[in-house]
């Protein structure tokens, strides 16, 4: 097997081939001075192939070099392509909330389809249900409660912590941190204005927070908007102190000061997207191999 490395691997790529011990091959990419992308393969490939990318900064780039990457290893009479994509982007718009709107990540699977992704692997993606449905490969949605709880664990006493899942959407989420720490969940609900993005939150939380210590658990941040609110929220009703993890921090904007002055302690990101100053990273690469092992290769 061989493991092509896009421009955005994080280490993921190096991660895989040191673990299997399988050659790398990195793409090499450019951008023509118009903007238009550029993508070469420098050494024959055949067989199985693994492309790894993850699809944030700049997730268009990200995704153009994925396609024409595609492409170039079809053009080499590659038929069989595992992706290993630890943060895909455009997973949000998994449905039309509003009349005319595309399903963004039925459109993009699509076109992985075309190019002959035959496996895709992800961490922790938004609506697995959504992948599902639309891609007709295989799927792994890899689910790093462990990684987490395996932190938290070392941090805090799991008889103060509740978890808390910031939406109606992450209770899956918030459910499984919850098991592997032994501990409660709670969740809250969101509600965004599609057209203004502005996030409120209108039901409240029935079970006795008081005195606890509320781990926030999200798939993404990324103007910290989400977290900002629940953490208020949590905060009212007497939280003694707020964590948060979540898989893909994107951090944009102003999000990480917004968090911490909402009062959070601390924020916890998995490196599935480049890092930024200010946040605790949890390395989800050694899950990633061993559910490669286990499950993808066999
Ligand atoms: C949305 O449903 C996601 O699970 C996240 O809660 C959301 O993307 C966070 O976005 P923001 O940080 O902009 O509030």
Known sequence: MIVVGLPNALGFDEGICKFFNYKLIKVHSKIFPDGETYVRIPESVSGKVIIVQSFFPNQND????????????????????????????YTRQDKIFMKGEPISIKALLKIFEEFNLSYLVTVDVHNPNAIKQYFKGNFMNIIPSKVFASYLRKKLSSNDIIIVSPDLGGIKRAEALA?????????????????????????????????????????????????????????????????????????????????????????????TVKPVKGITYLDVIPLVNMILRDVVIG
């Open 179 to 271: 098991k592997e720490l032994n501990t409660d969940f709670i969740y809250l609900e969101k509600f965004r204005d599609r057209i203004t993005g502005e996030v409120s939150l209108k039901s409240s939380v029935k079970t006795n927070i008081k005195n606890k210590v509320a781990v926030i658990v999200d798939d993404i941040i990324s103007t910290g908007g989400t977290i900002a609110l629940a953490s208020k929220y949590l905060k009212k009703r007497g939280i003694k102190e707020i964590f948060v993890v979540c898989s893909h921090g994107l951090f944009v904007r102003d999000s990480i000061s917004k968090i911490k002055s909402s009062g959070v302690k601390e924020i916890v990101s998995l490196n």
């Open 62 to 89: 990200r995704i153009m070099e994925v396609l024409l990457t595609l492409n170039a290893l079809n053009e080499l009479g590659v038929k069989d392509i595992v992706g290993v994509f630890p943060y895909m982007a």
